[in-house]
């Protein structure tokens, strides 16, 4: 289950590689392309607005910089913890954007 998935570009990875895959996104734009290529997508903000049916037997769940967005960070990870199988991996890409800022600060 990728979690922020925009147009899909890890999703497809994944899929390729031959593993079953879901994903989420905010842009209605980037569901409805992901569906429309065959991989169950739902639009969401927040884990509490995924359908369970998207969300049983997960085995790994995916946070491409998505978790930056959040406003309750502890209950969503709470909620994704309970969404994994027992034995399940949660992926995490947490990027440094400070260097932004010091672009604009010259």
């Not at 289950?1 to 980037?30: H, I, M, N, W």
């Not at 509490?48 to 930056?68: F, N």
């Not at 034995?87 to 010259?106: N, Q």
Request: net charge positive; aromatic share 10%.
């Amino acid at each position: 289950l990728d979690l922020g998935a925009s147009f899909g570009g890890l999703v497809f990875k994944c899929k390729q590689a031959g593993y079953q895959v879901r994903a989420t996104d905010v842009l209605p734009e980037a569901v409805d392309f992901l569906n429309s290529k065959g991989i169950p997508a739902v639009q969401a903000y927040c884990m509490k607005q995924i359908p369970e049916s998207l969300c049983t037997g997960v085995d790994a769940i995916t946070l491409i910089d998505v978790h930056y967005y959040w406003e309750q960070v502890f209950s969503e990870f709470q909620q994704v913890k309970e969404r994994l199988n027992a034995g399940g991996v949660l992926l995490i890409r947490a990027s440094d954007k400070s260097w932004l800022r010091r672009c604009r600060s010259k």
